[in-house]
């Protein structure tokens, strides 16, 4: 099960693209609103989550978690026990963590980037402690994919499909169907 959290405030397109991406792989999602279902996006955009984070549960069925970006969204998942909560056990458990946009701060203020290679929205570079920053599009190092905001939410989204089932070719078979160009 992959866990995608979402706060006010977050950037529509970082969440809802890869969530629409890994559905149609046939993976699990659950969209878990933070402090409510009804969480509305930094253009105004509501949305419906799945879910709220007082109903989840972080156990060995959860195989990764999303952070999507966007202001003040970053900053109001990094306050939150429950999303904080959610990364400690990830890391613990050598669970995946894809963070895109402004989110990879939210790792890189907690000194888990130290010694990989990651990237984020030009102008959070100082953020990610101890990391190498690589301005690519999207950087997984290890078990945590980063990427550098909207434009690239199909591209992240690929990413994460591709991490989750560790096949290549099924992530290539999508971004065919989805008319991606490389």
């Known amino acids: 099960m992959i ?4 706060a006010d405030g977050f950037e529509e397109a970082e969440a809802l693209v890869p969530v629409d991406i890994m559905r149609r792989a046939e993976l699990e999602v659950v969209t878990v609103g933070i402090g409510s279902c009804i969480i509305k996006g930094s253009h105004g955009i509501r949305v419906m989550t799945d879910t709220d984070e007082k109903q989840i549960t972080m156990d060995e069925n959860v195989d990764m978690i999303v952070l999507p970006g966007g202001m003040p969204g970053t900053l109001n998942l990094e306050k939150n026990e429950t999303v904080q909560s959610a990364i400690d056990y990830c890391i613990a458990n050598d669970k995946l963590i894809g963070a895109i946009c402004a ?10 980037l130290e ?30 994919i980063t990427a550098k905001g909207a434009g690239v939410a199909t591209k992240f ?3 994460l499909v591709e991490a989750i089932t560790n096949n290549k070719a099924r992530a290539n078979r999508l971004a065919q169907a989805l008319q991606c160009d490389e």
């Open 103 to 112: 989110a990879p701060s939210i790792l890189g203020r907690r000194n888990l």
């Open 3 to 6: 866990y995608v959290f979402i």
């Open 115 to 144: 010694g990989k290679k990651a990237t984020c929205f030009p102008g959070f570079e100082q953020f990610l402690l101890g990391a190498e920053y690589t301005g690519e599009s999207v950087v997984r190092d290890g078990k945590i």
């Open 157 to 159: 989204g690929l990413a």
